[in-house]
């Protein structure tokens, strides 16, 4: 312990007392040349580079510009080289570090085809580093990267990511869909560390983490480096640049949104289930509200973003009387448009693809024809809007958002008429006026192949890991036009770097498509590594499917054996799934899966429609204080869900079994089936028992115990040496009915000076 805090002062105190000189660490700056082939197929990537035929791995400073009081800029020219001295073979090189509330710099050599620089940040043996984006797997036991290179490149998250022998039937026989650990819709070239440092790049090329620093394939570097006095003012700091979500709607803590599909009869059907079990209901999410179509991987929606009238033929009757009962309507849309609409609804009144084609508005091959891709099977095709071209941008919010879901259609309707003559009625959803939803996923963003031909002349090899942004702004720029914004929310699982900067009005994250699982790979545990990771990359606001979204029953072989996985949901799945999402997410979101008439769901049984109403009923409970936490997110940047080291000391530094709730709540949630206990790591002070309100004082620094955790009843504390904690617990036993006269829990709130108001709620143990 004491040697580890002497190496860290030692690290931090000459750049606490001067500026940071990152052109001093050795070999700061290298460089090599490369080939690199990219295959895609159905949004699986993947890439293959040849051994290097040049490497540069030496820096060799010819000179420095010291920085003046006024511009606070140090220019480092120098030579990278293949020896310590210049020789014909070494690169010109001119770095530009700006030291402002942090140092920012860049990085440049001549261009050379195929080059890739490499930047590396300050650091000691004892730098342990997490972020990079929403991960779920840098190590089998914490958030922690270990020194093998992290890729940040977006694409499907996988199915299995690592769990054998999931992961190798879906490799070898779905295009790679498997995926692998470092597998993710949301990658940022970002990192936050154990001393309070984080360092970034701005670039949207070809990425990696590696060697202390990031490998770009570029000639051309750009980012910084910050260092601050904690963990709460590094994020701060590293914010200001990813940017903040400014909130989600306050509808969202109002009840459960419930993800629907199968048309309006059987949606219907089940929201009066829930309703009759009495479950606060905040939100329907009705994925197929655009209608389906069948192929040979099942059931799909139909990528033609308006309303299909016949699959929700009272559409405009239901969104209004569900507003009126305060539940909101929430749909599904991508930046993808389907090939095949007059196949499926050729009575609609757009043929979305049709119309972007004949505009000129999608995405091209160099031969000039535009870019068909597929997703999940052959016959599933579609193209996509080109978000670099201004005029598309501009065509999918009128006619998408702002007409298709929003209901505003007058610039839609006038200048961008359907193609073809329409002539039923103009019902909200189909170029009509009315109510209109109040939220949607805005779901892909991660399929722009590399070869790509786009509008404003940059490749996709530049553009892929920015796409995620290009589309988040565009739903950020439809939603921040309303006057009444704060009303709207859209949820995206793709993200990068700059994500939570364009969609900061109305915007939040998913974590992607886990398994119906346990582990830590794809499945329910996979999930809390997620939220850490994000919320040490800049991304606050995240939150999962209840019960998880992909199931399958797939055959492959494995070591010369057939070999057969299955993968579903349990009761007890979805039940643990409610717990985590209750109390950690921004908003607690079910969703019916991929094989929705095969699993089961939350309304099914008494049973979970009992656990469902608890447990929303317990997240409604939480909205005061989720409320606080929403406000710290917006200014400062924090997230919701907070690792055990942003109060308790690094020595937790990346624990992934437990977590915060702000400052104000411990959970450590339950991910092994069949368990009613689970291990916990109390750090000192007093912690009481949210359930039995039972009191723990802790004064060792490693009390690691076994705790009851049954079913309904995870392990949750409360830190009882913060004021606002005893405030807000106060109010959940409240509305829990345990603040009996004489109870346990009232006798908490015995007051030291009964006779003064404002100490309410602040009695000593």
């Given at each position: 312990?004491?040697?580890?805090?002497?190496?860290?002062?030692?690290?931090?105190?000459?750049?606490?007392?001067?500026?940071?000189?990152?052109?001093?660490?050795?070999?700061?700056?290298?460089?090599?040349?490369?080939?690199?082939?990219?295959?895609?197929?159905?949004?699986?990537?993947?890439?293959?580079?040849s051994p290097p035929t040049l490497t540069y791995p030496y820096t060799l400073l010819n000179s420095t510009t010291p920085s003046s009081k006024r511009s606070k800029t140090t220019t480092i020219t120098g030579h990278i080289s293949t020896t310590p001295t210049v020789s014909s073979?070494?690169?010109?090189?001119?770095?530009?570090?700006?030291?402002?509330?942090?140092?920012?710099?860049?990085?440049?050599?001549?261009?050379?085809?195929?080059?890739?620089?490499?930047?590396?940040?300050?650091?000691?043996?004892?730098?342990?580093?997490?972020?990079?984006?929403?991960?779920?797997?840098?190590?089998?036991?914490?958030?922690?990267?270990?020194?093998?290179?992290?890729?940040?490149?977006?694409?499907?998250?996988?199915?299995?990511?690592?769990?054998?022998?999931?992961?190798?039937?879906?490799?070898?026989?779905?295009?790679?869909?498997?995926?692998?650990?470092?597998?993710?819709?949301?990658?940022?070239?970002?990192?936050?560390?154990?001393?309070?440092?984080?360092?970034?790049?701005?670039?949207?090329?070809?990425?990696?983490?590696?060697?202390?620093?990031?490998?770009?394939?570029?000639?051309?570097?750009?980012?910084?480096?910050?260092?601050?006095?904690?963990?709460?003012?590094?994020?701060?700091?590293?914010?200001?640049?990813?940017?903040?979500?400014?909130?989600?709607?306050?509808?969202?803590?109002?009840?459960?949104?419930?993800?629907?599909?199968?048309?309006?009869?059987?949606?219907?059907?089940?929201?009066?289930?829930?309703?009759?079990?009495?479950?606060?209901?905040?939100?329907?999410?009705?994925?197929?509200?655009?209608?389906?179509?069948?192929?040979?991987?099942?059931?799909?929606?139909?990528?033609?973003?308006?309303?299909?009238?016949?699959?929700?033929?009272?559409?405009?009757?239901?969104?209004?009387?569900?507003?009126?009962?305060?539940?909101?309507?929430?749909?599904?849309?991508?930046?993808?448009?389907?090939?095949?609409?007059?196949?499926?609804?050729?009575?609609?009144?757009?043929?979305?693809?049709?119309?972007?084609?004949?505009?000129?508005?999608?995405?091209?091959?160099?031969?000039?024809?535009?870019?068909?891709?597929?997703?999940?099977?052959?016959?599933?095709?579609?193209?996509?809007?080109?978000?670099?071209?201004?005029?598309?941008?501009?065509?999918?919010?009128?006619?998408?958002?702002?007409?298709?879901?929003?209901?505003?259609?007058?610039?839609?309707?006038?200048?961008?008429?359907?193609?073809?003559?329409?002539?039923?009625?103009?019902?909200?959803?189909?170029?009509?006026?009315?109510?209109?939803?109040?939220?949607?996923?805005?779901?892909?963003?991660?399929?722009?192949?590399?070869?790509?031909?786009?509008?404003?002349?940059?490749?996709?090899?530049?553009?892929?890991?920015?796409?995620?942004?290009?589309?988040?702004?565009?739903?950020?720029?439809?939603?921040?036009?309303?006057?009444?914004?704060?009303?709207?929310?859209?949820?995206?699982?793709?993200?990068?770097?700059?994500?939570?900067?364009?969609?900061?009005?109305?915007?939040?994250?998913?974590?992607?498509?886990?398994?119906?699982?346990?582990?830590?790979?794809?499945?329910?545990?996979?999930?809390?590594?997620?939220?850490?990771?994000?919320?040490?990359?800049?991304?606050?606001?995240?939150?999962?499917?209840?019960?998880?979204?992909?199931?399958?029953?797939?055959?492959?072989?494995?070591?010369?054996?057939?070999?057969?996985?299955?993968?579903?949901?349990?009761?007890?799945?979805?039940?643990?799934?409610?717990?985590?999402?209750?109390?950690?997410?921004?908003?607690?979101?079910?969703?019916?899966?991929?094989?929705?008439?095969?699993?089961?769901?939350?309304?099914?049984?008494?049973?979970?429609?009992?656990?469902?109403?608890?447990?929303?009923?317990?997240?409604?409970?939480?909205?005061?204080?989720?409320?606080?936490?929403?406000?710290?997110?917006?200014?400062?940047?924090?997230?919701?869900?907070?690792?055990?080291?942003?109060?308790?000391?690094?020595?937790?530094?990346?624990?992934?079994?437990?977590?915060?709730?702000?400052?104000?709540?411990?959970?450590?949630?339950?991910?092994?089936?069949?368990?009613?206990?689970?291990?916990?790591?109390?750090?000192?002070?007093?912690?009481v028992n949210l359930w039995t309100c039972e009191v723990t004082s802790v004064e060792v620094p490693d009390h690691v115990v076994e705790v009851e955790a049954p079913v309904g009843r995870p392990a949750i504390y409360v830190p009882w040496g913060e004021k606002r904690a005893r405030?807000?617990?106060?109010?959940?036993?409240?509305?829990?009915?345990?603040?009996?006269?004489?109870?346990?829990?009232?006798?908490?709130?015995?007051?030291?000076?009964?006779?003064?108001?404002?100490?309410?709620?602040?009695?000593?143990?």
């Amino acid at each position: 312990m004491i040697s580890r805090l002497v190496q860290t002062l030692l690290f931090l105190l000459p750049f606490l007392a001067s500026s940071v000189e990152i052109w001093e660490v050795d070999n700061f700056l290298t460089a090599q040349i490369s080939e690199l082939n990219v295959h895609e197929k159905d949004g699986n990537f993947n890439f293959t580079h040849s051994p290097p035929t040049l490497t540069y791995p030496y820096t060799l400073l010819n000179s420095t510009t010291p920085s003046s009081k006024r511009s606070k800029t140090t220019t480092i020219t120098g030579h990278i080289s293949t020896t310590p001295t210049v020789s014909s073979s070494s690169l010109p090189f001119t770095c530009t570090f700006t030291s402002s509330t942090h140092i920012k710099f860049t990085c440049s050599t001549p261009s050379i085809s195929n080059i890739s620089l490499h930047l590396k940040y300050p650091s000691t043996n004892e730098t342990l580093y997490t972020g990079l984006g929403i991960q779920f797997t840098p190590s089998p036991t914490s958030t922690i990267f270990s020194d093998t290179p992290v890729p940040l490149t977006v694409g499907e998250q996988g199915v299995g990511r690592g769990i054998q022998p999931l992961t190798k039937i879906m490799n070898e026989n779905y295009h790679g869909a498997g995926g692998n650990a470092y597998s993710t819709y949301a990658p940022s070239n970002v990192f936050t560390s154990n001393l309070n440092t984080s360092g970034y790049v701005v670039n949207t090329e070809y990425t990696y983490f590696k060697d202390e620093g990031f490998e770009v394939r570029s000639n051309v570097i750009s980012g910084g480096f910050i260092l601050e006095n904690s963990y709460y003012e590094c994020l701060n700091e590293l914010t200001k640049v990813t940017g903040r979500f400014e909130g989600v709607p306050e509808w969202t803590g109002e009840g459960v949104v419930i993800g629907l599909q199968g048309g309006e009869h059987k949606v219907i059907r089940k929201v009066s289930k829930l309703k009759d079990g009495g479950v606060k209901i905040a939100g329907l999410w009705i994925q197929d509200w655009a209608g389906k179509r069948v192929d040979s991987f099942g059931s799909r929606v139909l990528w033609n973003w308006e309303l299909d009238g016949e699959f929700y033929p009272g559409w405009n009757e239901r969104v209004k009387e569900w507003e009126e009962e305060g539940i909101r309507t929430l749909v599904y849309i991508n930046p993808c448009l389907s090939t095949r609409v007059e196949e499926f609804k050729p009575y609609g009144r757009r043929n979305l693809y049709e119309e972007a084609k004949e505009r000129d508005f999608l995405i091209m091959r160099e031969n000039g024809d535009v870019y068909v891709q597929s997703s999940a099977s052959d016959e599933f095709q579609f193209g996509t809007v080109d978000l670099t071209d201004p005029e598309a941008r501009e065509w999918y919010i009128e006619v998408v958002i702002n007409c298709n879901i929003m209901c505003s259609c007058t610039v839609a309707n006038t200048k961008y008429p359907p193609l073809k003559e329409f002539l039923g009625d103009l019902q909200c959803g189909m170029g009509g006026e009315g109510e209109g939803v109040k939220g949607w996923m805005a779901d892909f963003g991660e399929y722009l192949p590399f070869d790509v031909v786009l509008k404003d002349g940059t490749d996709g090899g530049r553009r892929h890991n920015d796409w995620p942004s290009l589309w988040a702004g565009v739903n950020g720029e439809a939603v921040g036009r309303k006057k009444n914004w704060k009303e709207y929310l859209f949820f995206s699982r793709s993200g990068s770097l700059k994500s939570p900067l364009v969609a900061s009005k109305g915007g939040m994250f998913w974590v992607g498509d886990q398994n119906t699982a346990w582990d830590g790979n794809d499945g329910l545990a996979s999930v809390l590594t997620a939220y850490l990771t994000a919320g040490s990359s800049g991304f606050s606001l995240t939150h999962s499917d209840v019960g998880g979204y992909t199931s399958l029953n797939v055959t492959g072989v494995v070591d010369g054996e057939e070999t057969n996985v299955y993968v579903g949901r349990t009761g007890e799945l979805i039940k643990r799934w409610m717990e985590l999402s209750a109390v950690a997410d921004c908003m607690m979101r079910t969703h019916e899966g991929n094989q929705a008439d095969k699993q089961l769901q939350v309304w099914d049984t008494p049973d979970l429609i009992a656990s469902l109403k608890f447990w929303t009923d317990f997240h409604v409970l939480l909205h005061p204080f989720r409320r606080v936490l929403l406000k710290e997110a917006s200014k400062y940047g924090w997230p919701l869900v907070r690792g055990m080291w942003y109060d308790y000391g690094m020595e937790s530094f990346g624990m992934n079994s437990q977590f915060m709730l702000g400052k104000d709540l411990l959970m450590a949630p339950v991910f092994t089936p069949g368990a009613d206990t689970v291990e916990i790591w109390i750090p000192r002070g007093k912690w009481v028992n949210l359930w039995t309100c039972e009191v723990t004082s802790v004064e060792v620094p490693d009390h690691v115990v076994e705790v009851e955790a049954p079913v309904g009843r995870p392990a949750i504390y409360v830190p009882w040496g913060e004021k606002r904690a005893r405030k807000y617990s106060k109010k959940i036993w409240d509305g829990l009915g345990m603040m009996e006269k004489g109870g346990r829990c009232e006798e908490l709130y015995k007051w030291k000076m009964p006779w003064s108001k404002k100490d309410e709620g602040e009695g000593e143990l």
